[in-house]
């Protein structure tokens, strides 16, 4: 199973009636046929998933791993001032496609809704 770059963008959310292009995250994950988050090949690619997020507050950006556990994925932060986990509505249910649109809880609590721009091949050299 591929893994994949996954890029996701603010959506139009009440704090951004017209959303925002400078704030997101950046997701490696393996897809499957359908777009959606592949359990078995995140179990095998486990080290490659990680999760970027960008914001133009400095102070916003974080990077984690992308995490599962029973049906709910989630973002783990590893360091305290990068913010509680963050967990997104029905994650594995959602087609990762661009013009998708995802909910992810902003800080593990205000859900905030994304758009799918890019799903991109993942390169790293050490990937499967």
């Not at 994949?4 to 959303?19: D, F, Y």
């Not at 986990?85 to 594995?92: H, V």
């Not at 998708?100 to 800080?107: D, K, L």
């Amino acid at each position: 199973m591929a893994l994949k770059q996954i890029v996701l963008r603010l959506a139009r959310n009440e704090t951004a009636p017209e959303g925002d292009d400078r704030q997101g995250y950046v997701m490696v994950a393996p897809l499957d046929a359908k777009g959606r988050i592949d359990l078995e090949g995140w179990q095998a690619n486990k080290e490659y998933c990680e999760v970027k997020r960008f914001h133009p507050d400095p102070n916003e950006v974080a990077d984690g791993w992308l995490t599962h556990n029973g049906s709910h994925w989630r973002i783990r932060y590893d360091e305290d001032h990068e913010g509680p986990d963050e967990g997104g509505y029905r994650l594995g249910d959602h087609a990762f496609r661009p013009g998708e649109y995802v909910t992810i809880a902003s800080h593990g609590v205000t859900p905030l809704v994304y758009i799918v721009t890019d799903v991109l091949p993942f390169r790293d050299a050490d990937a499967a």
